[in-house]
Each structure stands twice: as structure tokens, then as C-alpha cells.
């Protein structure tokens, strides 16, 4: 399982770096959408999947799963939640007052 | 009762929430977000009192013990970092009254300001290293809004640039904690640095460490700055005066803790590697500050060259290089406000960005031309203003460890800062006046007195070195010493 997990996360990897790259700004804040999904998934796998149950004491015995990749990772979904929206909302303001979703378009003092 | 430790986080947050109900009324927001920030340099000054007496503080969050819990620590750095960034702000926002302009204070300018503090405090106190990664994106997201607010088209467009980056930046923060994570098991920096004591630091944790080398030398500016120069040069003059004070100095506080408390233990591969990128950064921000006539872009590239001397002091991590780069940072904080005010009410005096088309503004407006004079003096480390004490005490830590070339190049770019400035000095504070008095704009009270306070400051940071000496040497000290912050994290009292 873990392996299919590490094999996903490298393609998601892969995949965040191609968009990235590219000079789109909306495949941009994509790619760091899903390069975000992928860090997640390495949180949750390199803690190790299911080793035990439940972490609930007297309703489950030991030995317990640790939930603290979890909470870790549910912050970090709020945290990236809130700043993809904020990096949309910027893309999109930029785009009405530039006239421009090019990165290329974006480089500096030259073009204004 | 060690509850007066999380006030410096949550009192911005709480009152920042606040102001956002309070967006009509903004001269209520002027008055709440000063006394906020008042509060918060009292609290900080109570907090050094009882560090000298009790040592280091904490907070464990809901009663749980570390290492399970979140907590905060409050060692003397952190607690001096607090007080300075406080002051900054506070002179700062006297400044941001005057000059902000209704349509960004209609738009919730000052609740971000607060939150942007909140992020920087929570950063400077928090003892756990994954709340660290929270409190850098809350001061990420305030900071984010603050560039860009007032939606200006260059503004928009390197804002784009610095929120890319720093949100790839923090993804690597989070690949850096989620390996941490897997290979030792705890989150708490007291106990990481337990564990990696204890089980050596092998290969992959000199790896782990290289990580969060990259990821605070991002954040720090520390050779990975080639977005600061045109982030910093957009924002409003206060804006860009804030993030040259604080955000910068968030990122290096964060190596200091991280390469003084934790990865210790293969400084001839981690601490090596600093000096190197700190020697860079010296000499490409020299390069920077001697290559732009732009004012603002050359108040950029001095804080590069700023980032970089102070991260040789960690470098060499000797107890006085330690101190020095303390005291240098405090100073710096005040001294990189003040010289944005300045670049930023010269451009507002003249209308020009380039300093070889103004002339002659000390013969208009004398106080604010010497203004400028003792900034300069003060960044060139001539004492007894500021520069002069931390300069010194990073020199000698470097002859200690008979660092002979990064003493060389730490000196010589001294001497670069001073030149840079200088050549501002000459063309557009002296010279010839180009200003006729019909045109002369009126410089406001408002944006004077901030400018005129920063410099009692820096001032005061020179001469006052000696009394500040007991708080500094505990919190070099402390960094010197890592068993001290472990055992009073980890001892359970």
C-alpha cells in the first residue's frame, strides 16, 4: 500500500511540476493545488498507513494508529484551501487590470 | 501563570478580528491598533524581566505536556524579537496614518497589519515546529493581502511573483516536516533536538536539515532573494517598510533556531554551507545596491546584504558572533523601517524613483536630509549608533574562528552599504536645489515624527547597548547552550 502510495505521489509530483512550469498563470495555481495534494498524501504515508486501531482509549485496544498526521494534514488543507482561493482571486485581478495571464507578460518594469 | 505568553499572539488576532466589525470607524482602528501594539511591547518588556529572573518560559496549550502538546516558549531572543517587532509596527503605523490613504484603510488595512504581527509573534514564541509552519502562513496570508492591496497594476503583477514563491516555499517547508515527521517521530523542537542528539545526526537528517536550510533561506532572503528586490520596491512605503523590518527577519530567526538548537551536530556540512550562502548574499546584495539609481531597489538589495551578515554570526555560532548578530538584528529591524520611510517620503517629496533626479532636499526639508544622514551612518556601523555594536561582536566572533575571508567581505560590505547610500546622499539630499518653493510640497508632521522616532531609536540602541547586554548575552547564551532550552522545555515543571 505504502508503495502505491510513494508511486502516486511521485506522478502527482510530476504532474505539478509540468503544469508549474508552464507559462499559463491558471496551470500555475494548479499546480501548486495538486502539488499540495501531494505533500499531504506524503504526510499521511511516511507516518505509516494504518498500524494499529483506533486512537480512542477504552474503546479500542492497543497498539493505536497515530492520528497526528491527520491533524497535521487537516491544517494543512485549510492552510492550502485558503491560499489557492486567494491566489484565484489574484490571478483573476491581475488579469482584469494587466489584460494579462501570461507569465511571460508578467516580468517587469520593461512592459508597463 | 505563564499565561502573559501567548498574548503577543492572540491580542493582534482577537483585536484584529475586531477591527474588521469596525471598518467604518477608522479612527477607532487608528487608536486600537497603536495601543495594541503598546500592549504588546509592555507585555514583552514584563516577559524579559522574568526571563532574567525565572529563565525560560512556556506555555503548554490545554494542559497537555510536552512533548504532546503545542506550547510556546519564551527564551530571551524570541521575547527581544517580540519587543522590537512591536516597536517597528507601532512606528510604522504613526507613520501609515498620515500616508496610507482612505481607500486602503476602508479596506481592513490595519486588522491585516495586526495579523501579519500575530504571524510574526507566533513564530518568534512558538516552541512546536509544525505550529511554526501555521504562524509563517498567517503571517503569510496578512502579508500577501497587504502587497497587494490598493490592487495597483505593478503592484498586482510582482505580487503574483512573491505569493508563487513563497507558496512553493512552504511547500518544501511542509516536505521538510512531513520527513522530519517519519524519521523521528515528534514535532516538538526541545524533543527533536533530544532525539537527534541522541541518535546522532545521520546522512538523512543532514539531508532533513539542507531542506529546511532551503526553506528559510527562501523565506530569509539568504541567496534564494531574487524575488525580494521587486516585491519589496511595490507596496506602499509603510507596507514595504513592514516587510523589510519583520518578514525577512521571521525567516531568519527561524534558521537561528533551527541550526542553534537542533541540527548542531555536522556544522562542517550545515554551518558551512551558511557562511557560503551568506557570503554570496553579501556580495551579489552589494552588487544589487551599487548597480540601481531606483531608490527603492537599493533599499531592497541593503536588506539582502543585512540577511547576509547576520546569518555569517550564525555561521560561526561563537557566543560573541551570536550576540552580535542579536544585537544586529534588533538594530536592523529599526534601521531597514527607517531607511524605507525615508526612500518612501523621497519619492513622495520628488514624484521621482531615481536618485540622480532629485537634488538639493536638504536645503527644503533639513530635518528630514539628516534624517537620512544618521540612518546611514547608523547602517555603516559607525558608533555609537546601533550597527556599531553588532558589527563588532560578529567581527570578533569571526576572528575567533579565524574566518578571515567572510571578515573581509562582512567589512568590506560595510563600506559598500555606506557608498550606496551615500551616493543617495550626495545627489539628492545635497546639491543644488531643483525644488522651486512654489512647488514645494509640505512634508507632514505625521510622516516626519515616525522617521524622527525610529532615529531616537536607533540612537537609543547604540548608546543603550550596555543596559540591553544582560538580556542579549542570556539569549546568545541560550542559543550557545541548546541543553538550556531543552531542559526547560522538557523537564516538566
Avoid at chain 2, 92 to 103: D, N, T, V
Avoid at chain 2, 373 to 391: D, E, H, T
Avoid at chain 2, 429 to 449: N, Q, R, V, W
Wanted: charged share 10%.
Amino acid at each position: 500500500m505504502e508503495t502505491l502510495m510513494i508511486l502516486l505521489i511521485g506522478v502527482l509530483i510530476a504532474v505539478a511540476t509540468y503544469l508549474i512550469l508552464s507559462k499559463n498563470l491558471i496551470r500555475v495555481i494548479l499546480g501548486t493545488a495538486v502539488l499540495s495534494h501531494a505533500v499531504h498524501l506524503l504526510i499521511l504515508t511516511i507516518a505509516g498507513v494504518k498500524k494499529g486501531n483506533v486512537p480512542l482509549l477504552k474503546e479500542a485496544d492497543a497498539p493505536y494508529t497515530d492520528a497526528l498526521p491527520q491533524a497535521l494534514i487537516l491544517t494543512a488543507i485549510v492552510i492550502s484551501f485558503a491560499v489557492t482561493a486567494f491566489v484565484l482571486v489574484l490571478a483573476y485581478r491581475t488579469y482584469q487590470s494587466n489584460g494579462i495571464d501570461d507569465l511571460d507578460g508578467l516580468r517587469g518594469p520593461e512592459n508597463e | 501563570m505563564n499565561n502573559i505568553v501567548v498574548l503577543p499572539l492572540i491580542l493582534p488576532i482577537m483585536l484584529g478580528v475586531l477591527l474588521v466589525f469596525l471598518r467604518p470607524y477608522v479612527k477607532t482602528q487608528r487608536v486600537i491598533s497603536l495601543l495594541t501594539m503598546a500592549a504588546i511591547a509592555v507585555v514583552s518588556m514584563i516577559m524579559l524581566g522574568r526571563i532574567q529572573e525565572d529563565g525560560i518560559m512556556r506555555i503548554d496549550f490545554g494542559g497537555w505536556k510536552p512533548p504532546f502538546g503545542i506550547l510556546f516558549v519564551a527564551d530571551s531572543f524570541a521575547v527581544l524579537l517580540v519587543l522590537t517587532t512591536s516597536i517597528v509596527t507601532a512606528i510604522c503605523l504613526l507613520y501609515a496614518f498620515s500616508s496610507i490613504g482612505e481607500k486602503r484603510e476602508n479596506m481592513f488595512f490595519y486588522p491585516f497589519v495586526l495579523l501579519l504581527v500575530a504571524g510574526v509573534n507566533g513564530s518568534f514564541l512558538t516552541g512546536d515546529i509544525f505550529n511554526l509552519f501555521v504562524c509563517f502562513e498567517v503571517m503569510l496570508l496578512a502579508s500577501y493581502v497587504l502587497i497587494t492591496l490598493g490592487g495597483e497594476k505593478a503592484q498586482l503583477r510582482e505580487s503574483l511573483k512573491y505569493v508563487l514563491i513563497n507558496v512553493l516555499a512552504s511547500w518544501f517547508f511542509l516536505v521538510a516536516l512531513a520527513y522530519l515527521y517519519g524519521t523521528l517521530g515528534t514535532l516538538n523542537m526541545a524533543h527533536l533536538a533530544e532525539r537527534v542528539a541522541e541518535a546522532g545526526q545521520d546522512p538523512i537528517l543532514t539531508t532533513i536539515a539542507l531542506l529546511f536550510l532551503v526553506v528559510f533561506a527562501l523565506k530569509a532572503g539568504l541567496l534564494l532573494f531574487f524575488w525580494l528586490p521587486g516585491s519589496y520596491s511595490v507596496p506602499p512605503t509603510v507596507v514595504a517598510a513592514l516587510f523589510g523590518a519583520l518578514l525577512t527577519k521571521v525567516g531568519i530567526y527561524a534558521l537561528f533556531r533551527m541550526f542553534t538548537l537542533i541540527f548542531i551536530h555536522q556544522p562542517e556540512v550545515t554551518h558551512l554551507l551558511i557562511n557560503g550562502m551568506a557570503g554570496v548574499t553579501i556580495f551579489a546584495g552589494c552588487l544589487g545596491a551599487l548597480a540601481y539609481k531606483d531608490v527603492r531597489q537599493i533599499v531592497a538589495y541593503n536588506v539582502v546584504i543585512a540577511v547576509g551578515f547576520v546569518l555569517i554570526g550564525l555561521g560561526v555560532s561563537t557566543e560573541a558572533a551570536l550576540q552580535g548578530a542579536i544585537y544586529y538584528l534588533m538594530h536592523d529591524m529599526i534601521a531597514k523601517a527607517m531607511l524605507f520611510l525615508l526612500a518612501g517620503t523621497m519619492i513622495y517629496l520628488t514624484g521621482e524613483k531615481r536618485f540622480d533626479k532629485m537634488s538639493g532636499l536638504i536645503r527644503n526639508y533639513p530635518m528630514f536630509g539628516w534624517m537620512f544622514f544618521i540612518v546611514m551612518v547608523s547602517l555603516a556601523g559607525i558608533p555609537p549608533l546601533s550597527g556599531f555594536v553588532g558589527k563588532v561582536l560578529i567581527g570578533q566572533g569571526l576572528i575567533e574562528t579565524s574566518s578571515y575571508v567572510l571578515l573581509a567581505l562582512a567589512f568590506i560590505s560595510s563600506v559598500v552599504v555606506l557608498y550606496s547610500l551615500l551616493r543617495i546622499f550626495l545627489n539628492a539630499i545635497f546639491g543644488e536645489t531643483i525644488i522651486s518653493i512654489e512647488d514645494e510640497k509640505p512634508l507632514p508632521k505625521g510622516m516626519l515624527a515616525p522617521i524622527v522616532l525610529f532615529a531616537i531609536c536607533t540612537i537609543a540602541l547604540g548608546f543603550g547597548a550596555e543596559g540591553l547586554s544582560s538580556y542579549v548575552s542570556d539569549a546568545a547564551n541560550t542559543l550557545a547552550n541548546p541543553s538550556i532550552y531543552i531542559d526547560a522545555v522538557l523537564s516538566g515543571k
